[in-house]
């Protein structure tokens, strides 16, 4: 079963998200900040997918990914945000990332978004 570590400072989110992904089937992991996130990965592992918040206090969603590419991790990364900003885009294409999705995320796009990154599209 894929394991997800959601990442969303918003904790009715952060909840929502965690509760549809794994009524999709995966298991799922959370995270309250980019900082959170990083403990998480270094105690429990890395996961098979990381969905990410791009604002958030503290770090951000981007500042968080590029931290973990520099590591050499390529696991894939999804990441929700209100913002279409085009160099926001530009940035995260450069990191690789396995998606992007807009809010107001539905159910089926955040569920379609992770199976597709896991490569089980």
Known sequence: MPNILLIDDANTIRKVCAHILAQAGHVVRTAASAQE???????NGAPDLIITDIDMPGMDGLELCNRIRKTGAMVPIVVITSYSD????????????????LKPVTPEALIQKANSA???N
Do not use: F, S, T
């Open 118 to 120: 896991l490569g089980a």
């Open 37 to 43: 996130g990083i403990r998480e990965i270094v105690e």
């Open 86 to 101: 085009k160099e926001m885009i530009k940035q995260a294409k450069a990191l690789n990332l396995a998606g992007w999705l």
